[in-house]
């Protein structure tokens, strides 16, 4: 499959370019004492990861997600098989240059503070004294713990711990970031966030492996995901390959009496010969997570103190496109830009829901009534009954962040998204 | 203002640019007057307290008195040689530096002090000061709370020096690149890591204490030695401790915290992580070991400043002839001192004639054994007796050449010593006698004839070390005057004025033509006639003569930097077992090691008599691998068991610099081949572990 057929409706990738990541036919097993095998944990795994790409790697807990990842930073050797990290073996010292890792657990020396580790990693990467501290403050900003750099590590909550994870992550402004598991931890506002600066590097031209078995995180924001099982590959693709079911149909309006949805019954019974109905008629439900996030913003309005991470803060210049001059290196990300404006085939993008809830009924009845097929949302849970569905689910209307969350991660999201001209990458708009 | 606020404005303020110029100007100016004014009043004191060499007297109307012109000439070099023990002795009384010592320490002073106000620590360390004199100052006026006082003085000032080295080596650090972060972050690990915190107060409030258990009331050279054995034998075992466990602990933490996943994820190799973890720990023990050196050194200077016993103040007699007192002169030459220690050499062993007795007495044992039976069976058996007894004969003819019978004499041969010694430098035997089971009650008296001088009678303690300074000497017609006798500098000045006869003979006209010293000791009393009860023995390494061959300052700084190495070497040690091992058993190897390498003069002893097999000749296979181990072991660490820093520095040896090269050769190879191995151990190995259940 070539580099751009890979990604065609994920994101833009230069035609040619060469896959960031190659693994063919991995394997690894794990031997006991006796060298025994004892466990298989990937088992001939063959995949790779585009430039620009948002991969996800989906999977029950022991699915060999992590295994994977380890393999990708050199932490662990192949039993067999081959990878490559931007055409290098994964131990060079020169591929993690351009590598940021995030692990599945918050692994840090807990004597220093936030600051302390930040500045360490940053030392790690021959920064100089003043883009390191530039780069430290602007990540401990972005992720909510100005406040509370100088406290020890070991004082830190979990989720505090990821936060101060994921900054050091991108301490080196990386080509590849690797998140493994990046949402456990952090509480809706974090993993509200950590989705949205997964999808801000990802329009920054940033390549984003991201491993999970929360399927609504990944869901959200990767473009194109494989799915594991006892250290095999089970599917592989976009997530509108994957996800799209082409035999049912959703229509969302605003509230129908009784006798108007018996009306549009009746009328589908009539098209199709009476082969046809409506399976499911309920009221959405708004998703927990918009709950939440809708509290916190009201507490922050009112000015309500807490002691923990407050997720104020703003992306990092450096890792933004409206980023100002850094050391780190933009020119390369400016040139990348430049050359995917010139390259990127605009997709129709997707109708926002929050314009498809805005549209007055009569009209969205009589488009329904008059095409054959009109696939404004569609639910594989559509048919299986109530019972049966999730609560949450997709068939609930999906809330439009920028309207309930007011960051300046968002902020800056719209503000590119104009800039730029409506999602010329073609990723925004297919994701919340 | 709140308290920590006036605090936090004060931090503020020592490190501002504009304090730190102020300040390095201020301490800049205070020294260059302190260095010009004792340079003043130095040269002041030398011109008005030295009082000019006096001229010989004038012997030549002697003549007319009859004295024949070969006898007047004999007086007048006698006259002139003796003019030489004033300054000999004069030397032994300025060996605490002097003027030059003083500037020495003032310059010293200074640059530290600059460096703290560099590093914004001056106020701090004023503050501290301020404290230490309000707490300290009181209990220094009485007795019995003076040693609380002098605990918080020296603990405030270990603690501010080691504060001051720390954060140097910190800022040294900054430096770009993986290995300096690594070895930064090591070094924060080290003040906040509970572990290493114990080891490093422990340090620090022990080397504090230990001047509070020093018994005021013994010789002072007991007290210097007892200090420098506990202050740098005993703190650098501490050290030692902390860089094995904490050079473990710092690696293996990381990989069982798995920290190391967010290291190893970053473009540092392999090589950059293993060295930047030994620069760390080394760098740590460096600090620590500077700290015990500058404490150790400054207190033993203090005690240096003491009255010794005999004397009414530090350098002065109690008597009225101000001679140097046995325990002074014992301190000056043979423990703040850097002496060669030179040992006798025993006749060569007669190999030949040793066989050949063996053979013939093997051969008729072997006849007279009435199990063997033919030809073969003796001879196998006369070979196998040959090899035991000519094993015994040689040790009984090594024994027999230690052994003095009662009333009899043996020479003892120090070859070497003219080559050493210098010509007025002091000469020392030292010697021990045995004799039947060293009853402690009971006394001998030992007679010692150097070159053929006359004999000198000193009475000794049984199986105890004596000292006695064998040259130069004063040979009157009542026998020899030694250095360490009162009446030395009366006498030579008595020679030198012409007022009395004897000759003041130095080393060099005692040793012979290929440049040996000869001393030959009698198992009694020479002048009375009386013999000692029993035999009298030297056991090995017991008797050596010490001749002075360098400063003890400069032999301290060669003993420290020895020490550093050893740490240094100690610290690849735990680092490259942490690689692969986990805590426990990383500390268990790392340690054991560190032990083994301790005691391996004591193994290298013990293998010199390890038997291996019965008396009949059977093979004890477990006694053979014991052997077989502590042989690898002893030839793995034999250079860094040998090296013996701290008792050299305890004892006054001399710690040459061969044998520093030597260390650093030896030590710096067995560093690398340890670091090369974490290398490759670190790269093989998988750091990452299965996650899945």
Not at chain 1, 129 to 156: C, I, N, S, W
Not at chain 1, 291 to 303: G, H, M, Q, T, Y
């Amino acid at each position: 499959m070539s580099a751009v057929a890979a990604t065609a409706d994920a994101g833009v990738v230069l035609p040619g370019a060469k896959p960031v990541v190659v693994a063919q036919g991995l394997t690894k097993v794990f031997k006991d004492f006796w060298m025994r095998d004892r466990v298989r944990a990937v088992n001939d795994l063959s995949f790779h990861i585009e430039p620009r790409e948002i991969f996800g790697l989906l999977g029950p807990n022991g699915s060999g997600k992590s295994t994977t990842i380890k393999m990708m930073l050199g932490l662990l050797r192949p039993t067999r098989g081959r990878l490559a990290i931007f055409g290098r073996a994964p131990s060079d010292v020169a591929v993690k240059e351009r590598i940021g890792f995030l692990p599945e657990e918050s692994f840090f020396h807990q004597y220093l503070n936030a600051r302390e580790t930040l500045d360490y990693y940053g030392r790690m990467f021959k920064m100089h004294g003043r883009t390191r501290t530039k780069r430290v403050d602007e990540l401990l900003d972005m992720v909510g713990l100005t406040h509370a750099q100088f406290r020890p590590m070991r004082e830190y909550s979990k989720g505090m711990q990821r936060r101060v994870g994921l900054a050091q992550a991108l301490i080196n402004d990386p080509e590849l970031l690797i998140l493994d598991e990046p949402t456990t931890g952090l509480d809706p506002l974090g993993t509200r966030q950590v989705k949205d600066l997964i999808l801000e590097l990802g329009r920054r031209g940033k390549t984003v492996v991201l491993s999970s078995h929360l399927l609504a995180d990944v869901e959200d924001v990767v473009d194109r995901m494989s799915i594991l099982y006892g250290g095999v590959k089970r599917d592989e693709g976009t997530t509108d390959e994957l996800l799209t079911s082409s035999d049912k149909t959703t229509i969302e309006t605003d509230a129908l009496d009784e006798e108007t949805i018996a009306e549009i019954d009746r009328v589908i019974r009539e098209r199709t010969g009476g082969t046809k109905s409506l399976l499911r008629v309920s009221h959405p439900r708004m998703k927990l997570e918009q709950k939440f996030l809708d509290i916190v913003e009201r507490a922050r309005s009112e000015s309500v103190s807490t002691s923990g991470a407050s997720g104020e803060g703003a992306t990092a210049s450096f890792l933004r496109a409206d980023g100002t001059a850094d050391q780190g290196g933009n020119a390369g990300d400016e040139l990348i830009d430049r050359l995917t404006r010139a390259v990127a085939t605009p997709e129709p993008a997707a109708a926002p829901e929050a314009e498809a809830s805005a549209v007055d009924e009569p009209d969205v009845l009589g488009d329904l009534l008059k095409s054959d097929t009109v696939p404004v949302d569609t639910d594989p849970a559509v048919g299986r009954g109530l019972a049966d569905r999730p609560s949450g689910g997709p068939t609930a209307p999906q809330p439009a962040p920028q309207e309930d969350v007011d960051m300046d991660v968002i902020g800056s999201l719209l503000d590119d998204a104009s800039d730029s001209g409506d999602d010329d990458d073609g990723r925004a708009g297919g994701k919340p | 203002m709140k308290l920590s606020e006036r605090l936090a404005s004060a931090d503020r303020f020592q490190k501002s640019r504009g304090f730190k110029i102020g300040a390095s100007i201020v301490v800049g100016v205070a020294t260059l007057g302190l260095v010009v004014a004792v340079l003043l009043t130095g040269l002041s004191d030398d011109a008005g307290g030295t009082m000019p060499a006096a001229a010989l007297p004038d012997f030549a109307p002697l003549a007319e008195q009859g004295v024949s012109p070969e006898q007047i000439e004999l007086l007048r070099e006698n006259a002139a040689s003796a003019g030489r023990a004033r300054d000999l002795l004069d030397g032994l009384r300025e060996q605490s530096g002097g003027v030059l010592g003083l500037v020495l320490g003032i310059v010293v002073g200074g640059a530290v002090l600059t460096l703290a106000a560099w590093l914004g620590l001056l106020l701090t360390f004023t503050g501290i000061a301020g404290a230490v004199a309000v707490v300290a100052g009181p209990l220094w006026f009485f007795p019995e709370t003076r040693d609380w006082a002098r605990f918080a003085a020296g603990l405030s000032l270990l603690g501010v020096m080691f504060t001051t080295i720390f954060r140097t080596l910190r800022l040294a650090f900054e430096l770009p690149g993986p290995v300096f972060a690594v070895a930064r972050n090591v070094l924060a690990e080290a003040v906040r890591l509970r572990l290493s915190v114990v080891f490093i107060v422990v340090v620090l409030i022990g080397l504090a204490a230990l001047p509070a258990s020093l018994d005021p009331d013994s010789p002072l050279r007991y007290r210097v030695q007892s200090f420098l054995q506990y202050g740098s034998g005993g703190t650098f075992w501490i050290i030692a401790l902390l860089t094995v466990t904490f050079g473990v602990a710092t690696v293996s933490f990381e990989q069982r915290d798995r920290v190391i996943w967010q290291t190893m994820t970053k473009p540092v190799a392999a090589w950059e992580y293993v060295l930047g973890k030994w620069l760390g720990v080394s760098a740590l023990a460096a600090a620590l070991l500077a700290v015990n050196a500058s404490g150790v050194f400054l207190f033993t200077e203090y005690l240096r400043q003491l009255p010794a016993l005999g004397e009414r103040e530090a350098f002065v007699s109690q008597g009225e002839a101000n001679e140097i007192s046995e325990d002074r002169l014992i301190l000056e030459t043979q423990v703040l001192s850097a002496r060669a220690k030179i040992e006798n050499v025993y006749e060569d062993v007669p190999v030949d004639e040793i066989r050949e007795e063996a053979s013939r007495r093997a051969a008729e044992q072997a006849q007279r054994d009435p199990t063997l039976t033919t030809e073969a069976a003796i001879d196998r058996r006369a070979r196998e007796l040959a090899a035991e007894i000519g094993e015994q004969l040689t040790k009984q003819v090594v024994a027999f050449q230690r052994v003095i019978e009662p009333g009899a004499a043996r020479v003892f041969r120090f070859p070497g010593v003219g080559e050493r010694a210098t010509a007025d430098g002091p000469v020392v035997l030292r010697y021990r006698v045995d004799s039947g089971s060293n009853a402690p009650d009971v006394t001998y008296r030992m007679s010692a004839s150097v070159a053929g001088y006359p004999y000198v009678v000193r009475p000794i303690a049984l199986g105890v070390t004596h000292t006695l300074p064998i040259a130069p000497i004063i040979v009157t017609s009542a026998g020899v005057v030694t250095l360490d006798d009162p009446l030395f500098e009366e006498l030579a000045e008595a020679i030198r004025s012409g007022l009395a006869l004897g000759r003041y003979v130095t080393v060099q006209e005692m040793v012979d033509d290929d440049g040996a010293l000869s001393v030959q000791l009698v198992n009694g009393d020479v002048t009375m006639r009386r013999p000692n009860p029993e035999f009298a023995s030297v056991p090995a390494g017991g008797m050596s003569v010490s001749v002075g061959v360098g400063s003890y300052r400069a032999n301290f700084l060669r003993v420290m930097g020895v020490l550093w190495l050893k740490l240094a070497f100690l610290a690849m040690l735990a680092v490259t077992a942490a690689t692969f091992l986990s805590f426990p058993i990383a500390l268990m190897i790392a340690g054991g090691a560190f032990l083994l390498a301790e005691a391996t003069p004591f193994i290298g002893d013990a293998l010199e008599n390890f038997g291996t097999a019965e008396r009949d000749g059977t093979v004890i296979l477990h006694k053979v691998v014991a052997g077989q181990v502590a042989s690898a072991a002893h030839w793995v660490f034999q250079t860094y068991g040998e090296l013996r820093p701290t008792k050299r520095l305890v004892t006054g040896e001399m710690l040459e610099w061969s044998g520093v090269a030597r260390a650093v050769a030896v030590l710096g190879v067995w560093t690398a081949v340890l670091g090369g191995a974490a290398v490759v151990i670190f790269r093989r190995r998988e750091l990452a572990t299965y996650s899945g259940r």
